[in-house]
């Protein structure tokens, strides 16, 4: 067996070809570097230039707006509210500017609302009236403006102070004022929903106030965590009191709020051991690139093993047959069996190597290039209602794991399809189109035969193992343990027809 | 030669593809330290019934034995005496010859590297056999499949078309080296249709036609049973001594009758199954005939061939 293996090893690596697919494929995770680097040059500038290219685009529409005329414009409420619109954002984006607020500041939703008011107000000083207001603006007719001149003194206060604490234990005490009129009141507007909701928005305060940071601030994770966990609690209960939903639509609630529970679960955890989790960290605003975003990149081209996996699997076999030495192979005192075997393990073998090979290039470019982390995240799964984690370094390694073992299955089917036909072209063409084209297929077609639609079964869509890593269903239709379990049965079956027709084929 | 044991035993083996009848019922044995040569047409299922001797085909009916062992149902140990060439040479031209035949040598454990180096020698690759094998010629390819098939020291040697693309030095080494090697006691079973190197190199041959064995001969009966006749060349000057001592030793000796044939000026065919020509030859030369040269026509394979098959071409 030893030597079986030996003489595959020779017979792999004694091809330039077999050398030029492998550093292709180490090359590509190289490249991703490069793909960082263009996605960067787009996202990566600096916090006002936004801010500078509104001004000077809303400023532009002004000044190329022509004259009214009755001829061309319906309405001239109409173009007046362009006008002020654009005003509007013109103030807005110039005080963002002048007071040093960049987008991913916790104080961004204190300024829209500012300049909202802002809006309304100066509006009725140029002379509209109440139902222009509502028509073009959707201001609600019955506003109080002093009330609302008087908010607006008090939201300043709050740029200029950048005072979050007592910004969030005010609005707790506003929040917990309205639930409690809520709960008391006998007829409320959306009913339960809306007592739900409003209990939501006030466990969110209580958590700003608690661990004191910033609301909806996008550069704190703290902060990130508790807004996700109210917009899953948020879409929980929206899809709790869907109406008038067919049965699939209501399947699939119960499924999106599963998924939903559980990333609650998940944010929780991190808050109260301070472990931020990388689904979380994803989310985080960071002026520099971090690793994490670079692994994430680069992890899209870890699908190149997979496919190096296949080309070689396939010429592995077929060259045999196309040399003719495979009957010279069969004379050997070993059984055909065996043979076989020694491949799969040589192709087995070069893929581990080759994975680990390209996981750790990704690890060392990541880390020299992109060495800024935010805060160290760990990678979080739930099973059975439990939290586990491991370190996010660790988590990347399994991920790569998986890869291999899509690898692995893939370079089975890939043998079977040699193995049968004895053609490398057909059975490189085979192999490519189930990994890539035949699980959009599937998906496709499942969304319009719906959950008996037999094709699920089939192991291509459920192969995609990283998304099980994710927490997520390989496909909607399939817990994790079915589509592992339905990939193992295919995997077995193909290996096992492999070594049957092999044994038993003429040459 | 009968008494020598069976090396390998095919039993009224039978090969349908489909429709097409490869090979109809052929038995032949082929005895220790034996050369058997097949011949045939194309398309007459010599490489075909080779495939299924060596496994890579099964009988649809019949069996093979190599050494008592079925080769179908103990394979590996039928196998394990044989050792074989394809009709079209196979290795990995991508590797060099040497590393083609360290694989095999690999698979089998009392086979090192010192054996590699001579096989090498022996078949005369020692020059180029760092070479990549896609750069061999078809000559230098087919001694590599012979080193292959020689390097574990079979007991029996299966060669399809093994001459194919040799030179007439090469033909020679590769008579002396198949020689050699039954010599020391391996059957060699072999097709071509270089009908007279089979008839040097082998001692007995089968001809196949249309998937039967329609003949199979032992060349020592072929030389002997059968009627040859030679030519002689005589002195310019003498043909009419000649042609009179010819006719008056005809038929002087009971045992050795031949008739003649003046066909050209100083050449006379000579047919005869009891005169050697060397006793021709002193006669002629006692009688002060100076004799040029003499060409000796057995009947040959060839001849047998081309009766048999019906002068079917050979491409
Ligand atoms: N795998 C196969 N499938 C179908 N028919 C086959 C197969 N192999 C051989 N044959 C047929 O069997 C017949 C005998 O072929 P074979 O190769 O044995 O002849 P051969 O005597 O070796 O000819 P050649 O002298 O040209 O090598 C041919 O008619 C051929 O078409
Ligand atoms: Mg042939």
């Given at each position: 067996?030893?030597?079986?293996?030996q003489n595959?090893?020779?017979?792999?690596?004694?091809?330039?070809?077999?050398k030029v697919?492998?550093?292709l494929?180490?090359?590509?995770?190289?490249?991703?570097?490069?793909?960082?680097?263009?996605?960067?040059?787009?996202?990566r500038?600096?916090?006002q230039?936004?801010?500078?290219?509104?001004?000077?685009?809303?400023?532009?529409?002004?000044?190329?707006?022509?004259?009214?005329?009755?001829?061309?414009?319906?309405?001239e409420?109409?173009?007046?509210?362009?006008?002020?619109?654009?005003?509007?954002?013109i103030?807005?984006?110039?005080?963002?500017?002048?007071?040093?607020?960049p987008?991913?500041?916790?104080?961004?939703?204190?300024?829209?609302?500012?300049?909202r008011?802002m809006?309304?107000?100066?509006a009725?000083r140029?002379?509209?009236?109440?139902?222009?207001?509502?028509?073009?603006?959707?201001?609600?007719s019955?506003?109080?403006?002093?009330?609302?001149?008087?908010?607006?003194?008090?939201?300043?206060?709050?740029?200029?102070?950048?005072?979050?604490?007592t910004?969030?234990?005010?609005q707790?005490?506003?929040?917990e004022?309205?639930?409690?009129?809520?709960?008391?009141s006998?007829?409320?507007?959306?009913?339960?929903?809306?007592v739900e909701?409003?209990?939501?928005?006030?466990?969110?305060?209580?958590?700003?106030v608690?661990?004191?940071?910033p609301?909806?601030?996008?550069?704190?994770?703290?902060?990130?965590?508790?807004?996700?966990?109210?917009?899953?609690?948020?879409?929980?209960?929206?899809?709790?009191y869907?109406?008038n939903?067919?049965?699939?639509?209501a399947?699939?609630?119960?499924?999106?709020?599963?998924?939903?529970?559980?990333?609650?679960?998940?944010?929780?955890?991190?808050?109260?051991?301070?472990?931020?989790?990388s689904?979380?960290?994803?989310e985080?605003?960071?002026?520099?690139?971090?690793?994490l975003?670079?692994?994430?990149?680069s992890?899209?081209m870890?699908?190149?093993?997979?496919?190096?996996g296949?080309?070689?699997?396939?010429?592995?076999i077929?060259?045999?047959?196309?040399?003719?030495?495979?009957?010279?192979?069969?004379l050997?005192?070993?059984?055909?069996?065996?043979?076989?075997?020694?491949?799969y393990l040589?192709?087995?073998?070069?893929?581990?190597?080759?994975?680990?090979?390209?996981?750790?290039?990704?690890l060392?470019?990541?880390?020299y290039?992109?060495p800024?982390s935010g805060?160290?995240?760990?990678?979080?799964?739930?099973?059975?209602g439990t939290?586990?984690?491991?370190?996010?370094?660790?988590a990347?390694?399994?991920?790569?794991?998986?890869?291999?073992?899509?690898?692995?299955?893939?370079?089975?089917?890939?043998?079977?399809?040699?193995?049968?036909?004895?053609?490398?072209?057909?059975?490189?063409?085979?192999?490519?189109?189930a990994?890539?084209?035949?699980?959009?297929?599937?998906?496709?077609?499942?969304?319009?035969?719906?959950?008996?639609?037999?094709?699920?079964?089939?192991?291509?869509?459920?192969?995609?193992?990283?998304?099980i890593?994710?927490?997520?269903?390989?496909?909607?239709?399939?817990?994790?343990?079915?589509?592992?379990?339905?990939?193992?049965?295919?995997?077995?079956?193909?290996?096992?027809?492999?070594?049957?027709?092999?044994?038993?084929?003429?040459? | 030669?009968?008494?020598?044991?069976?090396?390998?035993?095919?039993?009224?083996?039978?090969?349908?593809?489909?429709?097409?009848?490869?090979?109809?019922?052929?038995s032949?044995?082929?005895?220790?330290?034996?050369?058997?040569?097949?011949?045939?047409?194309?398309?007459?299922?010599?490489?075909?019934?080779?495939?299924?001797i060596?496994?890579?085909?099964?009988?649809?009916?019949?069996?093979?034995?190599?050494?008592g062992?079925?080769?179908?149902?103990?394979?590996?140990?039928?196998?394990d005496?044989?050792?074989?060439?394809?009709?079209?040479?196979?290795?990995?031209?991508?590797?060099?010859?040497?590393?083609?035949?360290?694989?095999?040598?690999?698979?089998?454990?009392?086979v090192?590297?010192?054996?590699?180096e001579?096989?090498?020698?022996?078949?005369?690759?020692?020059?180029?056999?760092?070479q990549?094998?896609?750069?061999?010629?078809?000559?230098m390819?087919?001694?590599?499949?012979?080193?292959?098939?020689?390097?574990?020291y079979?007991?029996?040697?299966?060669?399809?078309?093994?001459?194919?693309?040799?030179?007439?030095?090469?033909?020679?080494?590769?008579?002396?080296?198949?020689?050699?090697?039954?010599?020391?006691?391996?059957?060699?079973?072999?097709?071509?249709?270089?009908?007279?190197?089979?008839?040097?190199?082998?001692d007995?041959?089968?001809?196949?036609?249309h998937?039967?064995?329609?003949?199979?001969?032992?060349?020592?009966?072929?030389?002997?049973?059968?009627?040859?006749?030679?030519?002689?060349?005589?002195?310019?000057?003498s043909?009419?001594?000649?042609?009179?001592?010819?006719?008056d030793?005809?038929?002087?000796?009971?045992?050795?009758?031949?008739?003649?044939?003046?066909?050209?000026d100083?050449?006379?065919e000579?047919?005869?199954s009891?005169?050697?020509p060397?006793?021709?030859?002193?006669?002629?030369?006692e009688?002060?005939?100076?004799v040029?040269?003499?060409?000796?026509?057995?009947q040959?394979?060839?001849?047998?061939?081309?009766s048999?098959?019906?002068?079917a071409?050979?491409?």
């Amino acid at each position: 067996m030893n030597k079986l293996f030996q003489n595959e090893w020779i017979k792999l690596f004694g091809r330039k070809g077999t050398k030029v697919l492998i550093a292709l494929a180490l090359i590509a995770s190289v490249l991703a570097v490069g793909i960082q680097m263009l996605s960067d040059r787009e996202t990566r500038v600096s916090w006002q230039e936004p801010y500078q290219n509104a001004v000077s685009r809303y400023e532009a529409q002004l000044n190329q707006y022509p004259e009214y005329n009755a001829e061309e414009w319906l309405s001239e409420t109409e173009y007046k509210a362009d006008i002020l619109r654009w005003n509007n954002e013109i103030q807005k984006n110039r005080f963002c500017l002048d007071s040093g607020i960049p987008s991913w500041d916790w104080r961004m939703g204190i300024v829209d609302r500012y300049f909202r008011n802002m809006q309304l107000l100066d509006a009725v000083r140029a002379g509209w009236n109440s139902q222009d207001l509502e028509r073009y603006f959707g201001f609600p007719s019955d506003l109080d403006l002093a009330q609302v001149e008087e908010t607006n003194k008090e939201l300043m206060v709050y740029i200029l102070g950048n005072d979050y604490s007592t910004y969030n234990k005010e609005q707790l005490q506003l929040a917990e004022e309205r639930l409690l009129k809520l709960k008391e009141s006998v007829f409320v507007e959306g009913g339960e929903k809306t007592v739900e909701l409003a209990q939501a928005d006030t466990e969110m305060l209580e958590r700003y106030v608690t661990y004191n940071v910033p609301p909806n601030a996008k550069d704190n994770w703290i902060s990130v965590a508790i807004a996700r966990i109210r917009e899953n609690q948020g879409n929980i209960i929206e899809w709790k009191y869907e109406v008038n939903t067919d049965a699939e639509t209501a399947r699939e609630n119960v499924m999106l709020s599963e998924a939903a529970k559980v990333s609650i679960q998940k944010d929780l955890f991190s808050l109260t051991n301070n472990l931020p989790s990388s689904d979380i960290m994803k989310e985080v605003y960071t002026e520099r690139t971090t690793y994490l975003q670079f692994f994430e990149n680069s992890f899209l081209m870890s699908a190149s093993v997979v496919i190096l996996g296949i080309l070689l699997a396939v010429w592995l076999i077929c060259m045999e047959y196309r040399y003719g030495t495979i009957a010279t192979l069969v004379l050997y005192p070993f059984k055909r069996n065996q043979m076989l075997h020694a491949k799969y393990l040589v192709l087995e073998v070069m893929l581990l190597c080759v994975t680990l090979l390209e996981c750790l290039i990704t690890l060392c470019i990541g880390k020299y290039l992109y060495p800024v982390s935010g805060t160290d995240p760990v990678y979080m799964t739930v099973v059975k209602g439990t939290v586990y984690w491991v370190p996010y370094f660790a988590a990347v390694l399994l991920r790569y794991l998986a890869v291999f073992v899509q690898a692995v299955i893939m370079v089975t089917f890939a043998v079977m399809v040699s193995v049968l036909v004895r053609s490398s072209s057909v059975a490189v063409f085979s192999g490519l189109f189930a990994y890539l084209i035949l699980p959009q297929i599937v998906r496709m077609m499942y969304s319009y035969f719906g959950k008996f639609f037999v094709l699920r079964y089939e192991m291509f869509v459920n192969l995609d193992l990283t998304r099980i890593a994710g927490n997520l269903p390989p496909v909607t239709f399939a817990e994790w343990w079915a589509a592992s379990l339905i990939v193992i049965v295919w995997w077995f079956i193909f290996r096992r027809v492999s070594y049957a027709v092999y044994k038993r084929q003429e040459i | 030669m009968r008494s020598q044991s069976v090396i390998l035993d095919v039993k009224n083996v039978t090969k349908k593809f489909g429709l097409v009848t490869a090979v109809n019922h052929v038995s032949l044995q082929v005895r220790e330290g034996e050369i058997y040569g097949l011949t045939g047409p194309n398309d007459s299922g010599k490489t075909t019934l080779i495939k299924m001797i060596l496994g890579h085909l099964r009988p649809t009916a019949g069996n093979i034995s190599v050494f008592g062992y079925d080769n179908q149902k103990e394979y590996a140990d039928a196998v394990d005496f044989i050792g074989a060439t394809m009709e079209y040479p196979n290795h990995y031209p991508y590797l060099s010859g040497w590393q083609n035949l360290m694989m095999t040598a690999n698979m089998y454990p009392d086979v090192n590297k010192a054996r590699v180096e001579e096989v090498t020698e022996l078949v005369g690759l020692k020059s180029v056999i760092h070479q990549k094998v896609k750069s061999y010629s078809l000559g230098m390819k087919q001694r590599l499949s012979i080193a292959q098939s020689i390097l574990k020291y079979p007991q029996l040697l299966i060669l399809d078309e093994p001459l194919k693309g040799f030179d007439p030095s090469a033909m020679h080494d590769f008579v002396q080296l198949m020689k050699s090697i039954a010599a020391n006691g391996t059957s060699v079973l072999l097709t071509s249709y270089l009908l007279e190197d089979l008839e040097e190199l082998c001692d007995r041959v089968g001809i196949m036609s249309h998937g039967y064995l329609i003949a199979e001969r032992a060349m020592a009966d072929l030389q002997v049973g059968d009627t040859s006749s030679f030519t002689i060349r005589i002195k310019e000057g003498s043909e009419a001594e000649a042609y009179q001592l010819l006719r008056d030793n005809q038929n002087k000796d009971i045992d050795e009758t031949y008739s003649f044939d003046k066909v050209s000026d100083c050449i006379f065919e000579i047919t005869s199954s009891t005169m050697p020509p060397s006793r021709l030859n002193r006669i002629l030369v006692e009688a002060g005939i100076d004799v040029e040269e003499i060409r000796t026509h057995r009947q040959t394979l060839e001849e047998l061939y081309t009766s048999l098959t019906g002068g079917a071409e050979i491409e």
